[in-house]
């Protein structure tokens, strides 16, 4: 059962990323990114477009190890983010969303 859990992880990462790629416009509403040029589009596209998309898809390909990096790397943007919303003041609901399925998925795949 965690197998599964962990390979829907995985997936959500790589639809997460396939987003991004293909409408980068569309993460604004949730990120509170715009992508304002070509330049900002690209950004988007290649970070949390381009780099998701290699994040989930390694633990597709290499197993047990890639699965618990992916999860170490969640639990390691969810900590810097649990900070920023102290720090920065951003508690909004979209940041606790995000922050609740860092840990989420962060323990799933490190387990």
């Known amino acids: 059962m965690l197998q599964i859990v962990q390979v829907i992880a995985a997936l959500a990462t790589i639809v997460t990323g396939l987003v991004s790629l293909f409408w980068p416009r569309a993460v604004q509403g949730f990120t509170g990114l715009r992508a304002e040029g070509g330049r900002g589009i690209t950004e988007i596209r290649a970070v949390l477009g381009g780099f ?60």
Do not use: K, T
């Not at 898809?57 to 920023?84: E, F, H, N, Q, T």
């Not at 508690?91 to 606790?96: H, L």
């Open 52 to 111: 998701f998309v290699a994040l989930g898809a390694a633990p597709l390909a290499l197993g047990a190890d890639a699965y618990r990096m992916l999860g170490i790397a969640y639990l390691a943007v969810a900590a810097v983010r649990a900070v920023s919303i102290f720090v920065d003041r951003s508690g909004v609901q979209s940041n606790w969303i995000s922050l609740a399925v860092e840990v989420l998925l962060g323990a799933v795949l490190v387990l």
